[in-house]
């Protein structure tokens, strides 16, 4: 599904425009992948795992703008690819199509500029429209500054699985599952 394109001027007083990816931006949404995933160890891939071609990426971008259950909204600062937020189903089957999932990811350069809420306040709202009950995410255990953002935003802690990650250098992090009713 596509997102209605915005401008939103952030705090700094730049304005940043918020819109679904095109089939087109396939290699950028690439470079913003690997990016992200080599600046924190939040993310659930690391940058080699990013292997998807730029056919496949396109491909998938277009896929995604043509689901009605699925959205994905990219942050643009100055140009830049700044963050991004998905929504995707947890499944299709009738007993748990209420519930969509979200990810988010932000460029390091722009953690703490109100980005990441932005992004997230604007996930649950399109999740909303598009008819989900309940929004489910998955945080590093660690990860202190989007755990109170998320709680913030109304989410709740709905359970922990302890050593879900381990990372290249043998650190196992928890992982905390958080939930927020819509209805």
Not at 3 to 32: H, N, T, W
Not at 91 to 117: C, D, F, S
Not at 129 to 149: F, H, K, P
Not at 159 to 168: D, E, K, M, S, T
Request: glycine share 10%.
């Amino acid at each position: 599904m596509r997102f209605q394109e915005k401008q939103v001027r952030l705090a700094d007083g730049r304005i940043c425009v918020l819109k679904s990816p095109e089939p087109a931006d396939a290699q950028r949404m690439l470079d913003y992948l690997k990016r992200t995933a080599a600046e924190t160890h939040f993310m659930l891939r690391l940058p080699e795992e990013v292997t998807m071609t730029v056919e496949e990426e396109s491909s998938y971008l277009e896929s995604s703008l043509k689901d009605p259950g699925a959205m994905m909204i990219n942050a643009l600062v100055d140009g830049e690819l700044a963050g991004n937020v998905g929504i995707n189903p947890q499944g299709l089957r009738r007993k748990i199509r209420h519930r969509a999932g979200v990810g988010i990811a932000l460029v390091k350069e722009y953690w703490g500029m109100g980005l990441g809420r932005l992004l997230m306040e604007e996930a649950v709202r399109a999740a909303s429209a598009m008819g989900y009950s309940q929004l489910e995410l998955g945080v590093y255990g660690d990860n202190e500054r989007a755990i109170r953002l998320y709680e913030k935003l109304g989410f709740e802690p709905w359970g922990r699985i302890r050593n879900a990650f381990r990372l290249p250098d043998g650190t196992v992090c928890d992982e905390i599952l958080m939930g927020l009713l819509l209805e």
